[in-house]
């Protein structure tokens, strides 16, 4: 794991922060977070960060952008 952007946000209870499809800090509410679930996102930072393929993007314990390698390949099958 290596972070990408340093951010900071702050993360708030009964919402689940992501990286968008721009590069920028998205922020949805959970659908057991807690009172009404709106539908939607809203952007919470724009940080614009350039994706690359074979990464996973996504909003760390404090509030960074970070990025790991995908695992791909999977198990393979028994006979």
């Known amino acids: 794991m290596e972070t990408v952007a340093k951010v900071g946000v702050k993360k708030q209870k009964g919402y689940l922060y992501f990286v968008d499809k721009q590069g920028d800090v998205s922020a949805a509410t959970m659908?057991?977070?807690?009172?009404k679930?709106?539908?939607g996102s809203k952007?919470?930072?724009k940080v614009g960060v350039k994706k690359e393929k074979g990464?996973?993007?996504f909003v760390d314990k404090k509030g960074?952008?970070?990025?790991?390698k995908m695992a791909r390949g999977g198990?393979?099958?028994r006979r």
């Open 55 to 57: 990464y996973l993007y």
């Open 37 to 39: 679930a709106k539908k």
């Open 43 to 45: 952007k919470v930072a």
């Open 75 to 77: 198990r393979k099958k």
């Open 64 to 68: 960074n952008v970070s990025r790991a």
């Open 31 to 35: 659908a057991r977070g807690g009172g």
